[in-house]
């Protein structure tokens, strides 16, 4: 029955792991679904925006004229703007657009270096344990004690000046500030798998740490993993505005940055301009309120303590008749053991 | 199913053991603040295993019986290497294990395999069955061929009763039941022909109708393949089905070892006959008061002086090691029976602080309370002697006055029993030893 | 029974809520225990028992459902608030849990637990007259006095769960609902806690629910026993009268399947328990039955009454007016051997 696959084994293996992870996604049902959806829906929209900008977006994100003709300056939202324009008669809805594009490089870059970094540092750590755990534990708490933001900041200040890309500079001053989440989070589950009884069985099988590590700690521990790169990536999106509010980060001559534009706006605003700050604003909000959609989603649906409470809405089938006669009376001949 | 050739080696001895363990001691150390006021000999240490010394013949089945703390895991974790030993040597077929690195360590893990007791636990739950029983195999990489990698892993699930093999492979253990996920379990284990398996609580997490399956495949593996077993249980009813010899354990060390008829039979030690009474019978007609010992296992950290089970041991004499742990726990238990009662209290204030006798020692100075005089405790206890002279703990007492203002109190000398034959198996008992 | 029964079940059923239909865990069941009476409810993994047990006290986790009656001195808990219930809880209704730690405070003492529970449920007792009654019931436990300050964690597992007898105890609940008490003990300390749970009718007059798995136990402590299986009780009676002869196939091949230090023979039964999302039809044990009447495929057993008073859903012992035409002739079924435990 079992068919030789022609696929590698290791890739059989993760396919397999993948199907079995997906499977209680696809069958969410009630408050979870909703948020799964429209979380997921949200940040697939801003993802388009993201990925085709320079199809999507009306004007380059510092374009100030076309064919020659200046935009106007802090023009009203409507016409060839609908969102306005800035003071620098930069298109809004275009910023706003190629904003969406930065800030997903720069979270998705953050993402990957944090997991990177965070992910094997925890494996690691928590199933050698001894000195490099310790060492590496009351690093990661000294990180962690930090407010993010202020981390973030000084980092990219740092790095500012030998880091030409903004974008880099951004992601790795978020990774910083993010790498000890994961690593604790990971740690501490690796130290709990460390003393099941598979592990300890796989020790006496004679398998090599690695192996131990890879096959039988790695896939039991990455579950929860996934919901919280969501919620941190939501976290990330309002630190690099954070970041780009105060001026550090990406430039301006870089790339579009909705931290950036708010800022600008705030001056605007005192003289009754709105659109040059809200619309920005309103593009942070949504898409973090999105992407916390989806982690929330994403727990109610593989957090098997939140999945049972919707349970429970069944019926009990009413008595058949047969159950009705548990004690038929006794009669003379009947009921007596043969 | 013929098992597979095994690899050449040396031919051995047929009369050398398999397993020949000398003087083994497995001490752990506690780190916590609530030892720091007792003071033993080693205060801190729990002397998991503390001197066993036993063969494993080959081909035999040897049951280790003990409660918890008895050791008796520790023992098998030692023999699989996943615990280090303090002292002691481990030779495996002739060849010293203690001291090995994890790197040495792991060729020899192919001769040494283990079932554990949760069956639940055993698998990982990410893997399926087909790879977990076959990635003993690939870790020593003794089948680099995918086919005949899978139909060995085939053939061992027949013969493990999870048959059709085929339709196991790409199952996960949450598919399966109690008893099929042991199974896949001891066929990972057999996969590679193992010499020795040590099996620790098998059937216990098992429901009884599937028990007797489980033990059914042991035995049969055991022909087929020429295994040699360490069974570790609690369980001396299943013991007896499957064990040829039996050790009995108590506080890391083995109080009783002898043929499996011979235990049964004849019980010698008084903590072999305690743990046979003490299984329940499912006979109505039969069930009778059992006469249980009473207590329990004590911390091994700081284990009763002499023999560890004379504070339980309903034939306690003088040599048995008493000590002052012991007319603590004569004047707690007391108090406990009499719960309630106000004499309790009274009684209490006049014997003082207990704490004092926390100190294991054979010289027992007990120092009266303010107010109090040394002979009203010596008459309290005259009075206890009076209502029960036949506690063996009066036997220990060699002499009870009053000195000044403390109660001097002497046990006899405590001697540590050795095991020594008597008829076919070796106890380590006074009763056998010494003249009462 | 003369007087009225302590805890009267009758139709019983506890549903638990899944993403299909629900898992059947406890499916029509009627049982009683009188004053002081010790039942034994024996059954293996997934039959129901600890279901029931839980049912009973109102202690069902989410998503599961409970429906027919559960009646306590004649009122019916299930129809009760769930308030009500919870002040029942204690001093009627008593339970106690296989694993004694979890459910111990581990940052109180053992008498903060004991002041606060009598506190709670005989507010009008004096401390001192608390502390007397404290003592005195973990003095019929075997705990010394002397350690009634210490903490959960200073208490071995075995004494650890004689307090938490003593803390279910110290209330003198009407009934006492006792789930798998001993199965994490050692053999030595099981008896000795055996012991006193059998006492409790001497000591305090209370009746006792023994929810376990082994057969050695319900003879030696239980007066009644009642075998559970696939969430239904296929067999009911006096523990003498059910060891003695058994009347249901599958009391009979679990009793012949239990090890005891008499067994010379290794007996299993083939198979394993059914699903029960969706269990076999007719009678629940026919895949499994080595006496399996094609009747029993068809049809649900009706509850019979024997000579003792046993009860037993079981073909077996008819009623045969109800049993078809040839529904008398023996089934023929190789068991799946991939269904082998």
Known sequence: MAVASRTAPGRRFVGRRLRRLWSPIAHTQGLARVMLLSGASITLFFIVLAFFARWIAPYGFTQYAAHGVRFPQLGHPGGVHPFGTTVESDDVLSRVIWGAQTELKVVVLALVLSLAVGVPLGLFSGYFGGALDRGLVLLMDAMFAFPPLLLAIVIAFELGSTVSSGVVTAAVAITIAYVPQYFRVVRNHVISVREETYVEAARALGARPMTIIRKYVFFNVVQNVPVLATLNAADAILTLAGLGFLGYGVQPTQAAEWGYDVQRGLSDATNGIWWTGLFPGMAIVVLVTGITLLGEGLNETTNPVLRRRRFGRFDFEPVSPMFAEVEPPLQPDEGLGE | ?436 | MTTEPVLQLRNLRVYYGTSGRPVRAVDDVSLEIGESEVVGLVGESGCGKSTLGRGILGLLPEGARAAGEVNYLGRNLLSLPPKAVRRLRGPELGLVFQEPMTRLNPLLRISAHFRETLRLHEPQLTKEQARRRSLETLGRMGIPPTRFHQYPHEFSGGMRQRIMIALALVLRPKLLVADEPTTSLDVIVEGQILALLADLKRNFGTALLLITHNLGIVAEACDRMAVMYAGKIVEEGTVRGVFAEPAHPYTRELLRSTISLDTTELHSIPGAPPNLVDPPSGCRFHPRCPNAMRVCVDQVPIEQRLADGRRVQCWLHGPSQRVPAGGEAPLEQPVGVADEA
């Open chain 2, 1 to 436: 199913m013929r098992p597979e050739p095994v690899e050449a080696q040396a031919t051995p001895a047929f009369d050398e053991p398999l397993v020949s363990i000398r003087d083994l001691r497995t001490y752990y150390t506690i780190r916590g603040s609530f030892l720091d006021r007792l003071v033993g000999r080693e205060a801190g240490i729990v002397r998991a295993v503390d001197g066993i010394s036993l063969d494993i013949r080959r081909g035999e089945v040897l049951g280790l019986v003990g409660e918890s703390g008895s050791g008796k895991t520790t023992l098998g974790r030692a023999l699989l290497g996943l615990v280090p030993a303090t002292s002691g040597t481990i030779e495996l077929e002739g060849r010293e294990v203690t001291g090995l690195s994890e790197r040495q360590r792991r060729v020899l893990r192919r001769r040494v395999q283990v079932v554990f007791q949760d069956p639940h636990a055993s698998l990982n739950p990410a893997m399926t069955i087909g790879e977990a029983v076959a990635h003993p195999l690939r870790i020593h990489g003794l089948e680099r061929n995918r086919e005949q990698l899978r139909r060995r892993v085939v053939d061992v699930l027949d013969r493990c009763g999870l048959a059709p093999g085929a339709d196991f492979l790409d199952r996960y253990p949450s598919d399966l039941s109690g008893g099929q996920k042991q199974r896949a379990v001891i066929a990972r284990a057999i996969i590679l022909n193992p010499a020795l398996l040590v099996a620790d609580e098998p059937v216990s997490m098992l429901d009884m109708s599937v028990r007797a399956r489980v033990l059914e495949l042991m035995l049969s593996l055991k022909r087929d393949f020429e295994l040699t077993y360490l069974y570790i249980t609690h369980d001396l009813a299943t013991a007896r089905l499957v064990c040829d010899r039996i050790a009995i354990m108590y506080l890391g060390r083995i109080v009783e070892i002898g043929p499996a008829d011979a235990i049964y039979a004849d019980p010698k030690h008084p903590y072999t006959q305690a743990l046979l009474r003490a299984i329940p019978e499912p006979d109505p007609t039969r069930a009778v008061p059992r006469d249980l010992p009473r207590g329990e296992v004590p911390d091994a950290a700081l284990p009763p002086l002499g023999c560890p089970f004379h504070p339980r041991c309903p034939h306690a004499f003088e040599p048995c090691g008493w000590e002052s742990r012991d007319l603590r726990e004569l004047l707690e238990s007391r108090w406990t029976r009499l719960a309630g009662d106000p004499l309790v209290e009274q009684e209490q204030a006049l014997v003082g602080d207990l704490g004092v006798l926390a100190r294991p020692t054979p010289e027992v100075r007990l120092p009266a309370p303010r107010g109090r005089q040394a002979e009203e405790i010596v008459a309290l206890l005259d009075r206890i002697r009076a209502e029960a002279p036949d506690e063996p703990f009066w036997r220990g007492v060699e002499r009870l006055t009053a000195e000044g203002s403390h109660v001097r109190l002497d046990f006899h000398m405590p001697k540590e029993p050795l095991l020594e034959r008597e008829g076919k198996a070796d106890v380590a008992c006074h009763l056998y030893t010494e003249p009462s």
